[in-house]
């Protein structure tokens, strides 16, 4: 049980986010055409929706797990996880609750946290 959600929450972050290289990589050929602007907003609605599934996913995952599998490292990862899945909820519906847009979009978007959350994840799953 725990490793079927486990796969399956991979799988679902991998294309969820994806989205981020994606549009790293598309940002050196701007200006975007129509076609591309459309694509990146429709991966959006994916990228969210992908997410929330994923999250889902782990805390099953996580629930499941032997006892001495949920370490320390793997323990912050999931609160790393909560972190980027509220703030990524309150910018997509944009409920703002008196933050300003930009700081929310840093805290959901800073590359630091999201490398951090990549490393915590691998990590922490090598040390069982
Ligand atoms: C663990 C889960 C998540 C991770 C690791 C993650 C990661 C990221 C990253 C790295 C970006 C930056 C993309 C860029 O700069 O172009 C981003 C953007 C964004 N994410 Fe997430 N995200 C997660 C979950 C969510 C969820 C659940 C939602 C909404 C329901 C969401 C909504 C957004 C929005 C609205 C943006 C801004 C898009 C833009 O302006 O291009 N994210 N996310």
């Not at 975007?32 to 991966?43: A, C, D, G, I, S």
């Not at 609750?97 to 946290?113: A, D, E, N, S």
Request: charge should be positive; proline fraction near 2%.
């Amino acid at each position: 049980m725990s490793e079927t959600f486990g796969f399956l929450a991979v799988l679902l972050f991998i294309a969820a986010n994806a989205y981020y290289p994606a549009k790293e990589i598309a940002k050196q050929y701007r200006p975007w055409t129509k076609e591309m602007t459309r694509f990146f907003k429709q991966y959006l609605h994916l990228h969210a929706a992908l997410n929330l599934v994923a999250f889902l996913f782990v805390i099953i995952h996580a629930h499941f797990a032997e006892p001495d599998e949920k370490n320390l490292i793997l323990q912050i990862t999931m609160v790393l996880t909560l972190w980027l899945t509220i703030a990524g909820v309150m910018m997509y519906y944009q409920v703002s609750l008196g933050l300003k847009k930009k700081h929310l979009r840093i805290m959901h978007t800073q590359q630091v946290v999201f490398a951090l959350w990549l490393v915590f994840i691998i990590v922490g799953h090598s040390l069982g």
